[in-house]
């Protein structure tokens, strides 16, 4: 009896995963969740054999999560299945305790692999994060200055440097437009910034955005 949680603020991606994971996986009972709140509820609530999770929800986000799940469950394993591209977010969520991480874009019978290969035990790491992972390893003694940032800063600073609006990011992470200002000033002060053009050109030449 194999139990997944998905949580996902998109209902149509949550059918979607729920469908695939038990017409392919094996899966007998998928649980859902809109948030993060609603994911750490039924987590202390019921028994789950994995939890599958996004980056972005209103609220908390997926690698806070993350790591709340890991604080209470260290031995329930996450994948962290994302719109974003893995070189923004996979590191860091390996290094927050994910047992892999995925894009949303990849093909249903890959995740269905990733599935069954964390739930085997093991953890799902493509070859393209292992390079990520590899590269991260060999700068361990001078780590890059976006390093230094919280999981909120990090997210915020993509997505100040994708070109978004103070405004429009809070909208999405359902956070004031006070509280977006006050990390885009974290930001720019532990990175040692002065404007979003410059934290723009940072995250291009580090290959953050595109």
């Known amino acids: 009896m194999i139990k997944i949680l998905i949580a996902d603020d998109h209902t149509t991606v949550r059918t979607g995963l729920k469908q695939i994971l038990v017409e392919e996986a094996d899966v007998s009972e998928v649980g859902e969740a809109r948030n993060a709140h609603e994911a750490i509820d039924l987590v202390r609530s019921r028994r789950w054999d994995l939890v599958v999770t996004d980056i972005s929800m209103p609220g908390r986000g997926g690698l806070e999560l993350l790591k709340e799940i890991k604080s ?22 390996l290094k927050a305790g994910a047992s892999g991480y995925m894009s949303k874009e990849a093909a249903s019978d890959e995740l269905v692999k990733a599935v069954r290969k964390i739930l085997r035990g093991g953890r799902y790491i493509s070859d393209s994060v292992a390079d990520l992972l590899a590269a991260d390893i060999g700068e361990e003694a001078g780590r890059p200055r976006y390093e230094t940032l919280s999981d909120r800063e990090y997210q915020v600073m993509i997505m100040i440097a994708s070109g978004k609006a103070v405004s429009d990011i809070a909208a999405e992470l359902a956070l004031s437009v006070k509280t977006i200002s006050t990390y885009r000033a974290r930001v720019l002060e532990k ?5 979003n053009a410059e934290l723009t050109h940072y995250a291009i030449q580090n290959r953050l955005v595109e």
Do not use: I
């Open 191 to 195: 990175m040692g910034m002065k404007n």
């Open 72 to 93: 209470e469950q260290p031995k329930l394993p996450v994948l962290v299945l994302s719109m974003h591209p893995e070189e923004q977010y996979a590191v860091r969520a």
